[in-house]
């Protein structure tokens, strides 16, 4: 899934991966998140625009190949080989 | 007009209404007016509108004044009920020797009754899933604190309550002092209650910061796991949440006027109620637990 710019429509919205880490959106601001959260957020988001995937090497790579997995996080992608091995590739950053 | 079927319905619900009462938490989390009169179809009320800031200066002048700072609504009132039938030999049983009546169906469907109403209040009335027609009071939240804090690990139920209570105040909602109510899926209440870290249990310290509150746990199915939320107790929540109760449980029952000795007795339990959400920012869900 790709990411999502959203518009916060309640009074405020605390999002972070942990508490340390927590950002507080108030009402009117905008934030980009992933497609899935902003499903979870519901009607507390508007979603604005769908954010094209960037071009990264993981996914060009995977426009050659029978792709199991990308992990673009750590630019690595599972391509399986004409033996049928899996292989997991890391790309040039 | 009395007959035997009211008398039936009056005991019926002499020994319905307290029960039901007991297990109905969205009741509990609300301040509940008395009832209405079933006939109140629609409601008016006032919804509180956001201000501008306050003013400081040595004295009074223009400008400091909000033309309106309620904004009307109009709600429709939803019924609650349950149909069910009780057995004819029972229901004569019961008026010849005074035998304990047999309320187990009554009982079965006021359950399911309650169920809904629960439903209504604590998530909203919804039939797509998706969009919902009444919200409750977690559909209806004004703030949500989304961070993860997983109640599996010690320490991130504290974290989420604190971050959620820093996001009401934020709001001018006093929450460090006032009595708080946590809602919690059924999931997350079985986390925080085995929540313990060397021999220091999560849930006396959580209960502290709750200034006097309880913790609710609410099935998952009207609650989805992962979530739950904060608000203030009915006590003190009065002025941001009430529950307009037109009906409160009551039950009638009747029969099939072409077996009108010995078809079996029909019931139905009902009730009729609206949550008015008058200030969202009262409420915080708590969405990524």
């Not at chain 1, 009402?27 to 988001?45: A, H, M, N, P, T």
């Not at chain 1, 508007?46 to 090497?57: A, G, K, M």
């Not at chain 2, 002048?61 to 019924?79: C, F, R």
């Not at chain 2, 105040?169 to 060397?198: F, R, W």
């Amino acid at each position: 899934m790709g990411n999502v710019r959203v518009k916060v429509n309640i009074s405020n919205i605390a999002r972070g991966p942990s508490h340390e880490k927590t950002t507080v959106y108030k009402r009117g601001q905008e934030f980009i998140c992933s497609e899935e959260e902003s499903k979870k957020l519901g009607k507390d988001v508007t979603v604005l625009e769908t954010i094209e995937e960037p071009e990264t090497n993981a996914n060009k790579l995977a426009e050659y190949a029978t792709v199991e997995t990308v992990d673009d996080s750590k630019g690595t992608v599972i391509v399986e080989t004409e033996s049928g091995k899996n292989v997991k590739i890391k790309t040039k950053r | 007009m009395t007959n035997a079927y009211t008398q039936y319905s009056k005991a019926v619900d002499s020994e319905l209404v307290k029960p039901l009462e007991n297990v109905l938490i969205g009741r509990k989390l609300v301040y509940v007016t008395a009832p209405k009169g079933w006939g109140v179809t629609s409601v008016d009320w006032g919804k509180i509108s956001e201000m501008s800031g306050g003013y400081v200066s040595y004295g009074f002048t223009d400008g400091n004044e909000d033309m309106i700072d309620v904004a009307l609504t109009n709600s429709k009132v939803p019924v609650y009920w349950k149909d069910y039938r009780v057995n004819r030999r029972l229901y004569e049983g019961w008026q010849l020797n005074n035998t304990d009546m047999d309320t187990s169906a009554a009982q079965s469907a006021g359950y399911v009754a309650t169920s809904t109403e629960d439903a209504a209040i604590i998530n909203g009335v919804t039939k797509d899933g998706t969009n919902y027609d009444i919200n409750g009071l977690y559909q209806g939240a004004g703030n949500n604190y989304s961070t993860q804090t997983d109640f599996g690990t010690y320490g991130n139920a504290m974290a989420a309550v604190a971050g959620a209570k820093q996001l009401m105040v934020d709001d001018g909602i006093p929450a460090y002092n006032i009595p708080l109510n946590l809602v919690l899926s059924s999931t997350q209440y079985g986390e925080l209650e085995k929540s313990t870290d060397n021999g220091f249990d999560e849930w006396p310290k959580l209960l502290r910061m709750l200034n006097g509150g309880s913790i609710y746990p609410v099935p998952s199915t009207v609650l989805a796991a992962g979530t739950g939320m904060l608000l203030p107790t009915p006590t003190v929540g009065r002025p941001y949440v009430d529950f307009f109760l037109t009906s409160n449980f009551r039950t009638e029952h009747g029969v099939d006027s072409k077996h009108p000795d010995t078809s079996d007795l029909f019931g139905r339990v009902y009730s009729a109620g609206i949550l008015r959400i008058k200030h969202a920012n009262a409420i915080c869900k708590l969405s990524n637990i």
